[in-house]
């Protein structure tokens, strides 16, 4: 694999990423970390599968980002009704 092949091949899996729900994320999130722990990988493999993790939880961070601040709009809009 050539270094442009590298290169493509992790714009794929990101733009793949990016579209995965939190769970779908959170879960293969889980599987990379099982396959890290277990060890028996060469480095170039165990690089690929800790970049797919980090690219994992940064999605998954997205999501509960998001729905971080979804909870604190509820909650203001609810300050604003009740002090009306």
Known sequence: MTVADAGSENTDTLA????FGYERARDELINVVKMLEQGGLDLDDSLVLWERGEAL??????HLAGARR????????ADLDTAE
Request: aromatic share 0%; hydrophobic share 40%; with cysteine.
């Open 16 to 19: 793949e990423i990016a579209a």
């Open 57 to 62: 939880a940064n999605r998954c961070e997205q």
């Open 70 to 77: 979804r909870v604190e709009d509820a909650l203001s809009r």
